[in-house]
């Protein structure tokens, strides 16, 4: 309706009448809307209320779904085949897993239930430590695997602690030499290890493939380096890292006569290391010890098994394994005198042992499988070196001190199959080993390695007195299968390996397939003589020559450290002709004339 339509039965101008006409009509209206509203207001709270009501029943009906189709999961559960398996067989399910997964008790207990009643229940499933760690984790971890492993099942432990430090480098304060262990910076594990978290839950590490993440927590107190600021030093956190190793080590030293394999290996000096002093005591069923850092620390002697005095009795009857990296241990104590298979050292700086009382470790233990020693300071014999033979030494590996090849030559290794000698160049070293050839009636070494560990590109062409100067015995290693050598002339070498000259009457190394060089310094005809080699035994097609019916393996893995600038040609021939081809060239590579 139109205003002028509304307003036509209305007089105008307005009268008196009129207007007290209007007004009647108005409260009217103003008492016909107010009624009008209330009514609205009625029927929307109705409407509000059902509405209320309807979805109060819709949430209940839906809670009810959700009981339901728990008990729907709960019944399919239960009917499942899996479910009807004895206790028993799952038992032994569980243990084939383990054998292959050492931590996959952490998984089996969080499946459900049963199985976390079962897995608790089976200490032997928590016998293997495999951990991954550092100072800002709880060490209620390891004391937690500890406590489900029983209390007498052997135990199997390898942890490694990666230290969470400030670099030395650019302080006023002594630095920290390059490391030079295999397991360089950090470490490596294997798979299926466990990293605890801050709140002290693990998990099961992923694949190898998959990078490993160590939860990241603020710096502490490196006592190699400069300190941490003063606001820092009495935080939970620094005082948590800088109690980490005793409290691991005490839950760990309970259990030492549950010990049958105990790895402990750190990437750095850490505030509670000396910790480790107190692995003193019985270990009667313990078969493999090692305590290793990738860094050299700075440390007193330690009054720990490794450092026992001579009249020490300590149960040790089963250890088979040894290995100190970077620790203190004493040439004396009775854990050298167990009849060891595996030996390996790398002595401190400040361990200065003379050559006889090395030996008498090593003549110690007659049954030795596999030897590695590296003193980085040896002395010259006090006693006179007695010749001494391991009859079943398998792997032999010298390094450091040059007085260290004096060493083999007081050896006998009949069995001898791996060679690696990495000792300082002060003397050619192809005397040493063919003597140690020759003295150990040619035994059949498989693995060569000459001064490949240590070496580095800013070798000098021809170090103090070479590292080796004639490869004439390469022709009496028949049975040499991986060869690796570092820091000498490239070129001698490679002439050596290379086609039978008129001198020669067989093919030297006739069974090799895998070289490695690094930091071999290559003159004007060094890339020539590496093609002519492997041309001559990795021809394009057929087989090498014959020479006095032998004919050599075909190389299939060729290794090149800073050696010489080949070229991208070069390298693709090389592709070609051998299945695997590793090239790292010189950054600053000058010919020589």
């Keep these: 309706m139109t205003p002028s339509a509304y307003l036509a039965n209305y007089p105008e101008p307005p009268t008196d009448a009129a207007v007290a006409d209007a007004r009647r009509e108005l409260q009217a209206q103003q008492e016909q809307l107010l009624a009008l509203s209330e009514k609205i207001a009625s029927v929307e709270d109705a409407l509000a209320q059902i509405v209320v009501e309807r979805k109060r029943a819709i949430r209940d009906l839906r809670r009810e779904k959700l009981v339901l189709e728990e008990k729907v999961t709960y019944t399919k559960a239960y009917i499942s085949p899996i479910r009807r398996l004895p206790h028993e067989l799952l038992r032994h399910i569980f243990l084939f897993n383990f054998d292959d997964h050492p931590c996959c008790a952490w998984v089996l207990a969080s499946v459900c239930t049963l199985w976390r009643r079962l897995t608790l229940s089976m200490p032997r499933l928590w016998s293997k430590i495999r951990l991954v760690t550092n100072q800002s984790a709880t060490a209620d971890t390891i004391r ?16 490694y602690l990666r230290v969470n430090g400030v670099s030395s480098e650019g302080s006023s304060t002594r630095t920290r030499p390059a490391s030079p262990t295999p397991w360089l910076h950090p470490p490596s594990p294997p798979p299926h290890y466990v990293i605890p978290h801050p709140a002290g839950t693990a998990m099961l590490l992923p694949p190898a ?13 490196d006592s190699w380096g400069s300190p941490p600021p003063p606001s820092s030093r009495n ?17 760990l030293i309970e259990q030492m006569h549950r010990w049958q394999r105990f790895v402990f290996r750190f990437d750095r000096q850490f505030p509670s290391m000396s910790a480790l002093k107190s692995i003193a005591g019985d270990a009667p069923i313990l078969r493999e010890f090692e305590i290793s850092c990738a860094e050299t620390i700075y440390a007193s002697e330690w ?25 203190p241990f004493k040439w004396s104590s009775p854990i050298f005198k167990t009849n060891l298979r595996t030996l390996n050292l790398r002595s401190l700086p400040s361990n200065h042992l003379p050559l006889d009382r090395i030996m008498h ?4 233990n007659p049954e030795l499988e596999s030897l590695t020693l590296h003193f980085a300071v040896a002395l010259p014999a006090i006693l006179p070196l007695v010749q001494t033979s391991l009859s079943r030494l398998r792997e032999l590996t010298f390094g450091g001190h040059y007085h260290m090849s004096q060493l083999a030559d007081s050896l006998v290794l009949p069995s001898l199959e791996m060679l690696n000698l990495d000792v300082e160049a002060r003397d050619p070293i192809e005397d040493t080993i063919t003597n140690l050839l020759q003295r150990s009636n040619n035994p059949p070494i498989t693995r060569l390695s000459v001064s490949y560990g240590s070496t580095s590109s800013s070798t000098l062409y021809y170090g103090p007195g070479g590292v080796v100067i004639s490869w004439g015995f390469l022709t009496d290693l028949n049975h040499l299968q991986s060869l690796s050598i570092g820091g000498t002339p490239l070129e001698p070498f490679l002439t050596a390996l290379g086609m039978p000259d008129e001198e020669q009457t067989h093919w030297a ?9 690094k930091s071999c310094h290559a003159h004007s005809d060094g890339i020539a003589k590496l093609v002519q080699l492997v041309e001559a ?15 050599p393996t075909r190389l299939q893995h060729l290794e090149l450290y800073d050696c010489a600038t080949l070229g991208q040609d ?3 021939w090389l592709k070609k002709r051998v299945d695997e081809v590793i090239c790292t060239e010189p950054s600053s590579y000058v010919r020589s004339p």
């Excluded at 998959?210 to 939860?215: G, K, L, Q, R």
């Excluded at 009054?303 to 620790?327: F, N, R």
Aim: include cysteine; glycine fraction near 4%; proline fraction near 10%.
């Design 537 to 551: 035994r990795n021809p394009e097609s057929g087989s090498a020559t014959m020479v006095n019916g032998v004919i």
């Design 209 to 221: 493939h998959t990078p490993i993440i160590v939860p990241q927590s603020p710096s502490h107190h």
């Design 509 to 517: 190394c006739p069974n090799l397939t895998t070289v490695a060089m």
């Design 570 to 572: 070069v390298i693709e």
């Design 144 to 159: 937690l695997w500890l406590e489900r492993s029983g209390d007498k099942v052997p135990l199997d432990i390898e942890i």
């Design 303 to 327: 009054p720990w098994i490794p450092s026992s005095s001579p009249a020490t009795s300590i149960a040790l009857g089963k250890l088979e394994s040894l290995m100190l990296h970077h620790v």
């Design 235 to 251: 935080t939970p956190q620094a005082q948590r890292n800088a109690h980490w190793g005793h409290i691991a080590i005490f839950y």
């Design 361 to 364: 470790i090593i003549a110690s």
